[in-house]
Protein backbone atom coordinates (compact mmCIF):
# COMPACT_ATOMS: atom_id res chain seq x y z
CA UNK A 1 0.00 0.00 0.00
CA UNK A 2 1.08 3.52 -0.84
CA UNK A 3 0.67 5.62 2.89
CA UNK A 4 3.12 2.58 4.14
CA UNK A 5 5.88 4.60 1.82
CA UNK A 6 8.63 5.47 3.84
CA UNK A 7 8.89 9.43 2.47
CA UNK A 8 12.25 9.80 3.87
CA UNK A 9 13.47 7.27 1.16
CA UNK A 10 12.27 9.17 -1.93
CA UNK A 11 14.76 11.26 -4.00
CA UNK A 12 13.39 14.65 -3.65
CA UNK A 13 16.19 15.70 -6.08
CA UNK A 14 15.21 13.85 -8.88
CA UNK A 15 12.49 15.12 -11.43
CA UNK A 16 8.87 14.28 -10.15
CA UNK A 17 7.15 11.42 -11.30
CA UNK A 18 4.44 11.85 -13.61
CA UNK A 19 1.97 8.94 -12.86
CA UNK A 20 0.03 9.20 -10.16
CA UNK A 21 0.38 8.51 -6.91
CA UNK A 22 3.92 8.26 -6.79
CA UNK A 23 4.19 11.73 -7.74
CA UNK A 24 2.23 13.10 -4.80
CA UNK A 25 4.20 11.28 -2.54
CA UNK A 26 7.24 12.81 -4.25
CA UNK A 27 5.69 16.47 -3.37
CA UNK A 28 4.64 14.97 0.52
CA UNK A 29 8.63 14.41 0.82
CA UNK A 30 9.57 17.89 -0.63
CA UNK A 31 6.81 19.29 2.09
CA UNK A 32 8.37 17.21 5.09
CA UNK A 33 11.60 18.73 3.67
CA UNK A 34 9.91 22.54 4.56
CA UNK A 35 8.31 20.96 7.78
CA UNK A 36 11.50 20.13 9.00
CA UNK A 37 13.38 23.57 8.12
CA UNK A 38 10.39 25.16 9.97
CA UNK A 39 11.26 23.06 12.62
CA UNK A 40 14.92 24.29 12.89
CA UNK A 41 13.86 27.89 12.48
CA UNK A 42 11.09 27.80 15.14
CA UNK A 43 11.96 25.06 17.76
CA UNK A 44 8.51 23.71 17.01
CA UNK A 45 6.62 21.87 14.53
CA UNK A 46 4.26 23.83 11.74
CA UNK A 47 0.48 22.92 12.97
CA UNK A 48 -2.66 23.48 10.84
CA UNK A 49 -6.35 23.32 11.29
CA UNK A 50 -8.66 21.54 8.41
CA UNK A 51 -12.40 22.71 8.29
CA UNK A 52 -15.44 20.81 6.77
CA UNK A 53 -18.33 23.00 5.72
CA UNK A 54 -20.98 20.56 3.98
CA UNK A 55 -22.04 17.27 3.50
CA UNK A 56 -20.40 14.02 4.38
CA UNK A 57 -18.57 13.70 1.01
CA UNK A 58 -16.60 17.11 1.99
CA UNK A 59 -15.67 15.13 5.66
CA UNK A 60 -14.51 12.19 4.24
CA UNK A 61 -12.00 14.76 1.60
CA UNK A 62 -11.07 16.39 4.51
CA UNK A 63 -9.81 13.66 6.52
CA UNK A 64 -7.45 13.34 3.04
CA UNK A 65 -5.85 16.06 3.21
CA UNK A 66 -5.18 15.91 7.08
CA UNK A 67 -3.79 12.72 6.18
CA UNK A 68 -1.40 14.29 3.76
CA UNK A 69 -1.01 17.16 6.23
CA UNK A 70 -0.19 14.72 8.68
CA UNK A 71 1.94 12.10 7.40
CA UNK A 72 4.34 15.19 6.20
CA UNK A 73 4.75 16.31 9.76
CA UNK A 74 2.28 19.46 10.65
CA UNK A 75 0.57 18.83 13.85
CA UNK A 76 -3.27 19.55 14.02
CA UNK A 77 -5.01 22.12 16.48
CA UNK A 78 -8.28 22.18 17.37
CA UNK A 79 -8.36 26.01 15.88
CA UNK A 80 -7.67 28.77 13.32
CA UNK A 81 -4.77 29.73 15.79
CA UNK A 82 -2.55 27.76 13.03
CA UNK A 83 0.12 27.53 10.43
CA UNK A 84 -1.59 26.23 7.72
CA UNK A 85 -5.61 26.50 7.71
CA UNK A 86 -7.77 25.08 5.27
CA UNK A 87 -11.42 25.32 4.48
CA UNK A 88 -13.70 22.39 2.59
CA UNK A 89 -15.78 24.82 1.52
CA UNK A 90 -19.96 23.71 0.36
CA UNK A 91 -21.87 25.90 -2.42
CA UNK A 92 -25.09 23.78 -2.02
CA UNK A 93 -27.03 26.66 -0.77
CA UNK A 94 -26.10 30.62 -0.88
CA UNK A 95 -25.50 30.74 3.04
CA UNK A 96 -22.36 27.86 2.87
CA UNK A 97 -21.09 30.61 0.78
CA UNK A 98 -21.68 33.30 3.19
CA UNK A 99 -20.04 31.56 5.66
CA UNK A 100 -16.91 31.24 4.19
CA UNK A 101 -16.46 34.82 3.67
CA UNK A 102 -17.40 35.55 7.06
CA UNK A 103 -14.96 33.21 8.38
CA UNK A 104 -12.23 34.80 5.82
CA UNK A 105 -12.52 38.18 7.54
CA UNK A 106 -11.87 36.30 10.52
CA UNK A 107 -8.68 34.88 9.57
CA UNK A 108 -7.52 37.96 7.87
CA UNK A 109 -6.77 39.17 11.05
CA UNK A 110 -5.30 36.01 12.69
CA UNK A 111 -2.93 36.43 9.54
CA UNK A 112 -1.94 39.77 10.10
CA UNK A 113 -1.02 38.54 13.86
CA UNK A 114 0.88 34.90 12.67
CA UNK A 115 3.34 36.01 10.12
CA UNK A 116 4.09 33.21 7.68
CA UNK A 117 0.50 31.80 8.43
CA UNK A 118 -0.95 29.90 4.89
CA UNK A 119 -4.78 29.97 4.04
CA UNK A 120 -6.04 27.11 1.66
CA UNK A 121 -9.78 26.94 0.35
CA UNK A 122 -10.83 24.52 -1.55
CA UNK A 123 -14.24 22.31 -2.08
CA UNK A 124 -17.29 22.88 -4.30
CA UNK A 125 -17.61 26.54 -3.65
CA UNK A 126 -14.36 26.99 -5.76
CA UNK A 127 -15.37 25.40 -8.79
CA UNK A 128 -17.72 28.56 -9.06
CA UNK A 129 -16.08 30.99 -11.25
CA UNK A 130 -17.54 33.86 -9.80
CA UNK A 131 -16.28 32.99 -6.45
CA UNK A 132 -12.57 32.66 -7.73
CA UNK A 133 -12.97 36.36 -9.34
CA UNK A 134 -13.56 37.50 -5.95
CA UNK A 135 -10.74 35.94 -4.11
CA UNK A 136 -8.66 37.02 -6.42
CA UNK A 137 -9.79 40.57 -6.55
CA UNK A 138 -11.00 41.22 -2.74
CA UNK A 139 -9.10 38.10 -0.52
CA UNK A 140 -5.84 38.25 -1.77
CA UNK A 141 -4.38 37.10 1.41
CA UNK A 142 -5.51 33.46 0.63
CA UNK A 143 -2.55 31.60 -0.48
CA UNK A 144 -3.65 28.63 -2.36
CA UNK A 145 -7.41 27.58 -4.05
CA UNK A 146 -7.85 24.36 -5.53
CA UNK A 147 -11.09 22.69 -6.55
CA UNK A 148 -13.35 19.15 -6.26
CA UNK A 149 -11.37 17.48 -9.13
CA UNK A 150 -7.79 17.74 -8.14
CA UNK A 151 -7.89 17.36 -4.33
CA UNK A 152 -5.57 14.14 -4.59
CA UNK A 153 -3.21 17.12 -5.81
CA UNK A 154 -3.08 18.44 -2.18
CA UNK A 155 0.60 17.37 -1.94
CA UNK A 156 1.72 18.93 -4.91
CA UNK A 157 -0.12 22.32 -4.48
CA UNK A 158 0.95 22.54 -0.94
CA UNK A 159 4.60 22.63 -2.25
CA UNK A 160 3.76 24.87 -4.30
CA UNK A 161 2.07 26.65 -1.59
CA UNK A 162 4.65 26.56 1.12
CA UNK A 163 7.61 27.97 -1.26
CA UNK A 164 5.66 30.88 -2.65
CA UNK A 165 4.24 34.31 -1.10
CA UNK A 166 1.75 34.52 -4.14
CA UNK A 167 -1.80 33.10 -4.46
CA UNK A 168 -1.65 29.50 -6.10
CA UNK A 169 -5.23 29.27 -7.67
CA UNK A 170 -5.91 25.32 -9.36
CA UNK A 171 -9.26 24.83 -10.70
CA UNK A 172 -10.26 22.39 -13.42
CA UNK A 173 -13.35 22.24 -14.94
CA UNK A 174 -13.57 18.24 -14.98
CA UNK A 175 -11.36 15.56 -14.67
CA UNK A 176 -12.19 11.50 -15.28
CA UNK A 177 -9.17 10.57 -13.16
CA UNK A 178 -9.91 8.73 -9.62
CA UNK A 179 -6.79 8.41 -7.81
CA UNK A 180 -6.64 5.88 -5.49
CA UNK A 181 -4.45 5.14 -2.28
CA UNK A 182 -3.84 8.61 -0.95
CA UNK A 183 -2.89 8.69 2.81
CA UNK A 184 -6.25 9.29 4.88
CA UNK A 185 -6.47 10.92 8.65
CA UNK A 186 -9.99 8.98 10.03
CA UNK A 187 -11.71 11.24 12.52
CA UNK A 188 -13.13 8.09 14.22
CA UNK A 189 -11.19 5.26 14.60
CA UNK A 190 -14.60 2.56 14.66
CA UNK A 191 -15.94 3.90 11.36
CA UNK A 192 -15.68 5.58 8.29
CA UNK A 193 -16.70 6.96 5.33
CA UNK A 194 -15.93 5.22 2.03
CA UNK A 195 -16.66 7.16 -1.48
CA UNK A 196 -17.55 4.80 -3.80
CA UNK A 197 -18.19 7.00 -6.46
CA UNK A 198 -17.65 10.85 -7.32
CA UNK A 199 -20.19 13.38 -9.29
CA UNK A 200 -23.48 13.40 -10.34
CA UNK A 201 -25.85 13.16 -13.48
CA UNK A 202 -29.09 13.87 -12.28
CA UNK A 203 -29.73 17.58 -13.46
CA UNK A 204 -32.13 18.53 -10.22
CA UNK A 205 -33.04 22.29 -11.86
CA UNK A 206 -32.53 23.64 -8.28
CA UNK A 207 -28.92 21.95 -8.26
CA UNK A 208 -25.10 22.91 -8.27
CA UNK A 209 -23.80 19.76 -7.68
CA UNK A 210 -23.24 18.05 -11.23
CA UNK A 211 -21.86 22.02 -11.94
CA UNK A 212 -19.32 21.66 -8.94
CA UNK A 213 -18.68 17.70 -8.86
CA UNK A 214 -18.73 17.25 -12.32
CA UNK A 215 -20.30 13.42 -14.29
CA UNK A 216 -20.65 10.65 -12.21
CA UNK A 217 -17.26 8.69 -11.77
CA UNK A 218 -17.49 4.82 -9.86
CA UNK A 219 -14.76 3.96 -8.08
CA UNK A 220 -13.98 -0.23 -8.98
CA UNK A 221 -15.42 -2.81 -6.74
CA UNK A 222 -12.11 -3.94 -5.95
CA UNK A 223 -10.54 -0.79 -5.15
CA UNK A 224 -13.53 -0.36 -2.27
CA UNK A 225 -13.31 -3.68 -1.30
CA UNK A 226 -9.70 -3.14 -0.47
CA UNK A 227 -10.48 -0.41 1.05
CA UNK A 228 -13.04 -1.37 3.37
CA UNK A 229 -11.34 -4.46 4.20
CA UNK A 230 -7.51 -2.36 5.47
CA UNK A 231 -9.84 -0.40 7.58
CA UNK A 232 -11.72 -3.62 9.50
CA UNK A 233 -7.96 -4.88 9.63
CA UNK A 234 -7.65 -1.17 11.44
CA UNK A 235 -10.78 -1.61 14.00
CA UNK A 236 -13.26 0.15 11.66
CA UNK A 237 -16.85 -1.81 12.57
CA UNK A 238 -19.20 0.24 10.11
CA UNK A 239 -18.42 1.85 7.12
CA UNK A 240 -20.98 4.94 5.52
CA UNK A 241 -20.79 4.14 1.55
CA UNK A 242 -20.92 7.91 -0.26
CA UNK A 243 -21.84 8.69 -3.47
CA UNK A 244 -24.47 11.76 -4.36
CA UNK A 245 -26.66 8.75 -5.74
CA UNK A 246 -25.36 5.48 -4.64
CA UNK A 247 -28.24 3.58 -6.75
CA UNK A 248 -26.88 4.16 -9.76
CA UNK A 249 -23.21 2.65 -9.00
CA UNK A 250 -21.09 0.93 -11.32
CA UNK A 251 -23.66 1.83 -14.26
CA UNK A 252 -20.89 2.78 -16.65
CA UNK A 253 -18.53 -0.58 -15.86
CA UNK A 254 -18.38 -2.95 -19.01
CA UNK A 255 -20.40 -4.89 -17.87
CA UNK A 256 -22.47 -3.06 -15.24
CA UNK A 257 -22.02 -3.41 -11.78
CA UNK A 258 -25.37 -2.35 -9.32
CA UNK A 259 -24.81 -1.03 -6.23
CA UNK A 260 -26.72 -3.92 -4.58
CA UNK A 261 -24.06 -6.01 -6.07
CA UNK A 262 -21.31 -4.36 -4.19
CA UNK A 263 -23.10 -4.24 -1.09
CA UNK A 264 -23.48 -8.28 -1.49
CA UNK A 265 -19.78 -8.16 -1.62
CA UNK A 266 -19.39 -5.67 0.87
CA UNK A 267 -21.33 -7.90 3.58
CA UNK A 268 -18.66 -10.85 3.11
CA UNK A 269 -15.89 -8.72 4.30
CA UNK A 270 -15.44 -10.19 8.06
CA UNK A 271 -15.26 -7.88 10.70
CA UNK A 272 -17.31 -5.64 9.43
CA UNK A 273 -20.72 -4.68 11.04
CA UNK A 274 -22.43 -2.19 9.86
CA UNK A 275 -23.27 -0.92 6.10
CA UNK A 276 -24.56 2.64 5.71
CA UNK A 277 -25.21 4.48 2.19
CA UNK A 278 -25.80 7.85 1.48
CA UNK A 279 -27.83 9.25 -0.21
CA UNK A 280 -30.08 7.30 -2.61
CA UNK A 281 -32.34 8.94 -5.52
CA UNK A 282 -35.57 7.76 -5.33
CA UNK A 283 -35.88 7.23 -8.98
CA UNK A 284 -33.19 4.61 -9.02
CA UNK A 285 -33.95 2.68 -6.09
CA UNK A 286 -33.80 -1.11 -7.48
CA UNK A 287 -35.81 -4.17 -6.63
CA UNK A 288 -32.67 -5.99 -6.39
CA UNK A 289 -31.33 -3.09 -3.72
CA UNK A 290 -34.54 -3.54 -1.63
CA UNK A 291 -34.38 -8.15 -1.75
CA UNK A 292 -29.90 -7.12 -0.83
CA UNK A 293 -31.22 -4.74 2.53
CA UNK A 294 -33.85 -7.16 3.42
CA UNK A 295 -31.48 -10.10 3.61
CA UNK A 296 -28.41 -8.30 4.72
CA UNK A 297 -27.49 -9.14 8.50
CA UNK A 298 -25.22 -6.26 7.86
CA UNK A 299 -27.06 -2.96 6.45
CA UNK A 300 -28.26 -0.64 8.89
CA UNK A 301 -32.08 -0.69 9.16
CA UNK A 302 -31.98 3.30 7.44
CA UNK A 303 -32.78 4.58 4.39
CA UNK A 304 -32.07 8.40 3.32
CA UNK A 305 -34.75 9.15 0.40
CA UNK A 306 -34.54 12.76 -0.01
CA UNK A 307 -38.71 13.40 -1.15
CA UNK A 308 -37.54 17.43 -1.97
CA UNK A 309 -41.42 18.29 -2.56
CA UNK A 310 -44.64 16.66 -2.70
CA UNK A 311 -46.00 17.73 -5.85
CA UNK A 312 -45.76 16.35 -8.68
CA UNK A 313 -45.68 19.45 -10.85
CA UNK A 314 -43.19 20.95 -8.92
CA UNK A 315 -41.45 17.64 -9.35
CA UNK A 316 -41.28 17.56 -12.41
CA UNK A 317 -39.92 20.93 -12.71
CA UNK A 318 -37.49 19.94 -10.27
CA UNK A 319 -36.27 17.40 -12.78
CA UNK A 320 -36.41 14.46 -10.30
CA UNK A 321 -38.32 11.64 -12.57
CA UNK A 322 -40.66 10.85 -10.04
CA UNK A 323 -43.80 11.88 -8.87
CA UNK A 324 -45.84 11.99 -5.56
CA UNK A 325 -47.56 8.82 -5.75
CA UNK A 326 -44.21 7.34 -7.17
CA UNK A 327 -42.33 8.04 -4.21
CA UNK A 328 -45.10 6.75 -2.09
CA UNK A 329 -45.85 3.68 -3.71
CA UNK A 330 -41.82 3.06 -3.13
CA UNK A 331 -41.69 3.75 0.52
CA UNK A 332 -44.84 1.27 0.75
CA UNK A 333 -42.84 -1.36 -1.15
CA UNK A 334 -39.47 -0.73 0.71
CA UNK A 335 -41.77 -0.96 4.20
CA UNK A 336 -42.99 -4.08 3.17
CA UNK A 337 -39.87 -5.86 2.64
CA UNK A 338 -38.28 -4.55 5.41
CA UNK A 339 -40.59 -3.30 8.14
CA UNK A 340 -38.44 -1.77 11.00
CA UNK A 341 -36.56 0.45 8.15
CA UNK A 342 -36.19 4.38 9.29
CA UNK A 343 -36.98 6.38 6.52
CA UNK A 344 -35.24 9.63 6.47
CA UNK A 345 -35.39 12.84 4.00
CA UNK A 346 -34.80 15.73 2.53
CA UNK A 347 -37.57 18.84 1.86
CA UNK A 348 -37.06 21.84 -0.16
CA UNK A 349 -39.56 24.72 0.84
CA UNK A 350 -40.22 27.69 -1.60
CA UNK A 351 -38.82 26.36 -4.73
CA UNK A 352 -39.88 28.65 -7.35
CA UNK A 353 -43.25 28.47 -8.64
CA UNK A 354 -44.36 26.52 -5.18
CA UNK A 355 -48.03 27.24 -4.50
CA UNK A 356 -49.71 26.65 -0.93
CA UNK A 357 -51.33 23.60 -2.93
CA UNK A 358 -48.16 22.01 -3.81
CA UNK A 359 -46.78 22.83 -0.24
CA UNK A 360 -50.22 20.91 1.03
CA UNK A 361 -49.04 18.06 -0.89
CA UNK A 362 -45.69 18.10 0.76
CA UNK A 363 -47.33 18.26 3.82
CA UNK A 364 -49.60 15.29 2.57
CA UNK A 365 -46.53 13.15 1.84
CA UNK A 366 -44.57 13.79 5.00
CA UNK A 367 -47.34 12.67 6.89
CA UNK A 368 -48.50 9.57 5.13
CA UNK A 369 -44.66 8.46 5.58
CA UNK A 370 -44.46 9.33 8.53
CA UNK A 371 -40.29 10.22 8.18
CA UNK A 372 -37.98 9.18 11.39
CA UNK A 373 -36.58 12.62 10.77
CA UNK A 374 -36.43 15.31 7.95
CA UNK A 375 -33.45 17.66 6.66
CA UNK A 376 -35.96 20.97 5.63
CA UNK A 377 -33.99 23.24 3.51
CA UNK A 378 -35.40 26.79 2.28
CA UNK A 379 -34.83 27.11 -1.31
CA UNK A 380 -31.88 29.34 -2.59
CA UNK A 381 -31.42 30.20 -6.27
CA UNK A 382 -27.76 28.82 -7.19
CA UNK A 383 -26.08 30.40 -10.19
CA UNK A 384 -26.51 28.27 -13.65
CA UNK A 385 -28.83 26.52 -12.28
CA UNK A 386 -31.92 26.00 -14.30
CA UNK A 387 -34.26 26.80 -11.30
CA UNK A 388 -32.31 30.18 -10.60
CA UNK A 389 -33.81 31.81 -13.96
CA UNK A 390 -37.40 30.93 -13.22
CA UNK A 391 -38.99 34.46 -12.75
CA UNK A 392 -41.61 33.20 -9.74
CA UNK A 393 -39.52 33.12 -7.08
CA UNK A 394 -41.78 32.51 -4.02
CA UNK A 395 -41.95 35.83 -1.62
CA UNK A 396 -39.67 35.49 1.66
CA UNK A 397 -42.54 35.69 4.22
CA UNK A 398 -44.29 33.03 2.85
CA UNK A 399 -41.64 30.40 2.16
CA UNK A 400 -40.56 31.43 6.01
CA UNK A 401 -44.03 30.75 7.36
CA UNK A 402 -44.05 27.22 5.14
CA UNK A 403 -41.09 26.63 6.12
CA UNK A 404 -42.02 26.20 10.14
CA UNK A 405 -45.18 24.72 9.52
CA UNK A 406 -43.17 21.81 7.68
CA UNK A 407 -40.53 21.56 10.45
CA UNK A 408 -43.06 21.46 13.07
CA UNK A 409 -44.76 18.89 11.57
CA UNK A 410 -41.84 17.19 11.13
CA UNK A 411 -40.86 17.37 14.36
CA UNK A 412 -44.13 16.19 15.63
CA UNK A 413 -44.00 12.84 13.47
CA UNK A 414 -40.47 12.74 14.19
CA UNK A 415 -40.88 12.48 17.74
CA UNK A 416 -44.11 9.90 17.55
CA UNK A 417 -41.72 7.72 15.68
CA UNK A 418 -39.12 7.77 18.42
CA UNK A 419 -41.01 7.28 21.17
CA UNK A 420 -42.24 3.65 19.60
CA UNK A 421 -38.62 2.40 20.70
CA UNK A 422 -38.83 3.50 24.25
CA UNK A 423 -38.79 0.66 26.70
CA UNK A 424 -37.19 -1.81 24.02
CA UNK A 425 -33.50 -3.02 23.48
CA UNK A 426 -31.25 -2.46 20.76
CA UNK A 427 -27.74 -2.46 19.60
CA UNK A 428 -25.81 0.79 19.88
CA UNK A 429 -22.59 1.70 18.25
CA UNK A 430 -20.82 4.00 21.06
CA UNK A 431 -19.08 6.64 19.18
CA UNK A 432 -18.15 9.30 22.19
CA UNK A 433 -17.98 10.32 25.16
CA UNK A 434 -21.35 12.93 25.85
CA UNK A 435 -20.28 16.88 25.30
CA UNK A 436 -22.26 17.84 28.16
CA UNK A 437 -22.28 15.37 30.48
CA UNK A 438 -18.57 13.23 30.86
CA UNK A 439 -20.43 10.59 33.30
CA UNK A 440 -22.24 9.44 29.69
CA UNK A 441 -20.96 8.25 26.80
CA UNK A 442 -23.52 8.71 23.09
CA UNK A 443 -24.13 6.24 20.22
CA UNK A 444 -26.15 5.37 17.21
CA UNK A 445 -28.78 2.69 17.47
CA UNK A 446 -28.83 1.04 13.69
CA UNK A 447 -31.51 3.37 12.82
CA UNK A 448 -29.25 6.10 13.20
CA UNK A 449 -30.98 7.56 16.08
CA UNK A 450 -28.84 9.25 19.07
CA UNK A 451 -29.27 7.48 22.25
CA UNK A 452 -26.81 9.09 25.66
CA UNK A 453 -26.11 6.43 28.11
CA UNK A 454 -24.00 6.31 31.35
CA UNK A 455 -20.71 5.07 30.58
CA UNK A 456 -16.81 5.58 29.96
CA UNK A 457 -14.37 6.09 27.03
CA UNK A 458 -13.89 2.35 27.22
CA UNK A 459 -17.11 1.46 25.66
CA UNK A 460 -15.69 3.74 22.20
CA UNK A 461 -16.28 1.48 19.13
CA UNK A 462 -18.68 -0.75 20.93
CA UNK A 463 -21.75 -2.22 19.84
CA UNK A 464 -23.64 -3.47 23.09
CA UNK A 465 -27.50 -3.64 24.00
CA UNK A 466 -28.94 -0.73 25.35
CA UNK A 467 -32.42 -0.79 26.81
CA UNK A 468 -33.64 2.14 25.81
CA UNK A 469 -35.52 4.03 28.87
CA UNK A 470 -36.39 7.41 27.79
CA UNK A 471 -37.63 9.59 24.58
CA UNK A 472 -36.41 13.21 24.32
CA UNK A 473 -37.98 14.07 20.76
CA UNK A 474 -35.19 12.26 18.66
CA UNK A 475 -33.17 11.13 20.85
CA UNK A 476 -33.04 8.32 23.59
CA UNK A 477 -31.45 8.06 27.07
CA UNK A 478 -30.81 4.83 27.88
CA UNK A 479 -28.54 1.97 29.75
CA UNK A 480 -26.29 -1.09 28.69
CA UNK A 481 -27.96 -4.33 29.20
CA UNK A 482 -24.67 -6.90 30.94
CA UNK A 483 -25.34 -10.33 30.54
N1 LIG B 1 -31.69 25.15 -2.29
C1 LIG B 1 -32.07 24.51 -1.16
N2 LIG B 1 -31.76 23.25 -0.89
C2 LIG B 1 -31.00 22.58 -1.79
N3 LIG B 1 -30.53 21.33 -1.81
C3 LIG B 1 -29.81 21.15 -2.93
N4 LIG B 1 -29.81 22.29 -3.66
C4 LIG B 1 -30.55 23.20 -2.98
C5 LIG B 1 -30.93 24.53 -3.21
N5 LIG B 1 -30.57 25.17 -4.30
C6 LIG B 1 -30.83 20.34 -0.77
C7 LIG B 1 -31.55 19.12 -1.33
C8 LIG B 1 -30.50 18.05 -1.26
C9 LIG B 1 -29.70 18.49 -0.05
C10 LIG B 1 -28.34 17.90 0.05
O1 LIG B 1 -29.62 19.89 -0.19
O2 LIG B 1 -32.63 18.82 -0.48
O3 LIG B 1 -31.03 16.76 -1.12
FE1 LIG C 1 -28.11 17.57 -6.66
FE2 LIG C 1 -30.09 16.05 -7.63
FE3 LIG C 1 -27.52 15.27 -7.94
FE4 LIG C 1 -28.65 15.21 -5.49
S1 LIG C 1 -29.29 13.98 -7.28
S2 LIG C 1 -26.60 16.01 -6.01
S3 LIG C 1 -30.00 16.97 -5.55
S4 LIG C 1 -28.48 17.06 -8.84
Known amino acids: MYHEIDLDKIDRNSEPPTEEPARQYYFMAKC ?5 EFEQKHGRRPCF ?4 FGCQMNARDTEKLAGILQLVGFEETADEQADFVVYNTCTVRENANNRVYGRLGYLHNLKKKRPGMRIALCGCMMQEPGVIEKLKKSYRFVNLVFGTHNIYKFAELLAECCETEQMVVDVWEASDQIVEDLPVQRKYPF ?11 NFCSYCIVPYVRGREKSREP ?7 EKLTADGVVEVMLLGQNVNSYGRTFQPPVTFANLLEEVEKIEGLSRIRFMTSHPKDLSDELIAVMARSKKICRHLHLPLQSGS ?14 TYLTLVEKVRKAIPDLAITTDIIVGF ?10 TMDVVKRVGFDSAFTFIYSPRSNTPAAAIKEQVPEEIVKDRFDRLLTSVQEIAAQKAQKLTGSVQKVLVECVNDHDASLVTGKLDNNSTVHLPGG ?7 IDVRLEECRGFYYYGKQMIG
Request: glycine share 6%; proline share 2%; hydrophobic share 35%.
Open 32 to 36: REWVR
Open 312 to 325: TRILQAMNRHYSKE
Open 49 to 52: FAQT
Open 352 to 361: PGETEEDFQE
Open 222 to 228: KEILREI
Open 457 to 463: AELIGRI
Open 191 to 201: KSGVNIMFGCN
